[in-house]
Nanobody, 121 residues
Framework: QVQVVESGGGFVQAGGSLRLSCAFSGSIFKINAMGWYRQAPGKQRGLIARITSSGSTNYADSVKGRFTISRDNAKNTVYLQMNSLKPEDTAVYYC???????????????WGQGTQVTVSS
């Protein structure tokens, strides 16, 4: 009922920039806060940026000042602008949100398929 499409990952040199996008479509009644997570090899997946439905944001210390999360509520899309990338930012990046597909439905937890970001030194 809900489809998720992530895009924008790739290979970049240190100091470069990338922009990730994550679009949710289908039977959507309401979307809660949206977030970006990442998982590096051998490490647990962790939250790096979050934006509420009203636009309030918070970031992990490791990306604060370099990454910017934003959302387009009309398009049910969340973005992650990543600047001044470092080799330690190399990871698979996942978007995540909670969606109600109808007013009486329980909320569901939805994840993007993941997109690889590789930063070379």
């Amino acid at each position: 009922q809900v489809q998720v499409v992530e895009s924008g990952g790739g290979f970049v040199q240190a100091g470069g920039s990338l922009r990730l996008s994550c679009a949710f479509s289908g039977s959507i009644f309401k979307i809660n806060a949206m977030g970006w997570y990442r998982q590096a090899p051998g490490k647990q997946r962790g939250l790096i940026a979050r934006i509420t439905s009203s636009g309030s944001t918070n970031y992990a210390d490791s990306v604060k000042g370099r990454f910017t999360i934003s959302r387009d509520n009309a398009k049910n899309t969340v973005y992650l602008q990543m600047n001044s990338l470092k080799p330690e930012d190399t990871a698979v990046y996942y978007c995540n949100t909670e969606i109600w597909t109808c007013s009486w439905c329980t909320r569901g937890d939805y994840w993007g398929q993941g997109t690889q970001v590789t930063v070379s030194s």
